[in-house]
């Protein structure tokens, strides 16, 4: 290796002649020598080396003057010289070494499996044991690319299972370094944007933290809140969706959210149709009336007074 490389490719362990495929592979290498948990700080300093490497070997394929051929160049001076030897190149694996690249049909693979067990997932321990284990069956280079999956799928909306794969997934990958995730694209984005808004909820005082985590998981449950509870947990939805809507995203459903938010006008509906207003009074019967009552009785004595005069008359 040329004492004239980079820093970072030095880090890598290759010379200046390295393509994009070789850089991957001594990424890969080192990366199997380094324990991520427990120490991120020399995971990140080499995927930075790794990052600066890829677009130092684009620039170098852009320009068409790769770092070989610049080495091998003839001496400007006009005094003649030898030219210095080219850079070494490569050697070839050996017939017998694995190669450290997984094809993508295989990540594929593992990637569904591992997919259809994360709604099983009871804790944040299982989630980072199955990451592990489909890590220790992957081909190093491989490594990578079930990472992007992993962003992807979290980034794609909550799925049961996940509350417990985001937490377990950052530690593994040390995605709280800067600049861990910026190779994801708009996925990495909104996961970095998570991870920020995550440690701004730590901060919360314990209890909005567990009033709010409460209510986070009361919405990954599929079944209709009581209306008492929904009203009660209004002003915490609120504040998740308002403050934390990127790491809300990934903990919890979100149209359970807008669900639990139309609990008032739900009530108002259900009380309608519950309760309706009372039917009005019935007319009042006319013989039950007072005046009807006296007049009543006025005919009543008058016909007791003619059947006596009558009777009277006929006797005298």
């Not at 490594?143 to 593994?172: M, Q, S, T, V």
């Not at 007072?290 to 009777?311: D, N, R, S």
Request: hydrophobic share 45%.
């Amino acid at each position: 290796m040329s004492t004239a490389a980079p820093a970072f490719l030095r880090l890598l362990g290759v010379d200046a002649a390295a393509d994009e495929r070789r850089l991957r592979r001594a990424y890969a290498a080192r990366l199997k020598t380094i324990d991520v948990e427990a120490d991120p700080a020399a995971f990140q300093a080499l995927r930075e080396a790794f990052e600066a490497a890829l677009a130092w070997r684009e620039r170098q394929s852009t320009t068409g003057a790769p770092a070989a051929k610049r080495a091998s160049a003839p001496s400007p001076s006009p005094s003649p010289s030898p030219s210095p030897l080219p850079l070494p190149l490569p050697l070839p694996l050996p017939a017998s070494e694995p190669s450290t690249y997984a094809p993508p049909a295989a990540t594929a693979t593992e990637f569904d499996a591992f997919a259809a067990s994360i709604a099983g997932f009871a804790s944040e321990d299982d989630a980072r044991t199955a990451l592990s284990d489909v890590h220790a069956r992957l081909m190093l280079a491989a490594g990578e690319d079930f990472e992007a999956r992993i962003a992807d799928l979290l980034a794609d909306g909550w799925r049961p299972g996940h509350e417990h794969l985001f937490h377990a997934a950052r530690k593994r990958y040390a995605w709280e370094m800067p600049r861990a995730l910026r190779l994801f694209g708009s996925a990495g984005r909104l996961l970095e944007s998570a991870i920020q808004q995550d440690a701004l909820f730590a901060s919360l005082p314990h209890r909005v933290r567990e009033s709010r985590m409460r209510v986070a998981a009361r919405l990954r449950e599929t079944a209709k809140p009581p209306l008492g509870e929904a009203l009660i947990s209004e002003l915490d939805i609120l504040a998740l969706m308002h403050q934390h809507p990127h790491w809300l995203a990934v903990m919890a459903p979100m149209d359970h959210a807008e669900h639990w938010l139309d609990a008032r006008r739900w009530k108002d509906v259900t009380e309608r149709k519950v309760t309706p207003p009372p039917p009005p009074d019935p007319p009042p019967k006319w013989y039950k009336s007072p005046a009807v009552k006296l007049v009543g009785l006025f005919y009543a004595v008058l016909a007791i007074m003619t059947t006596c005069a009558i009777v009277a008359q006929n006797y005298l």
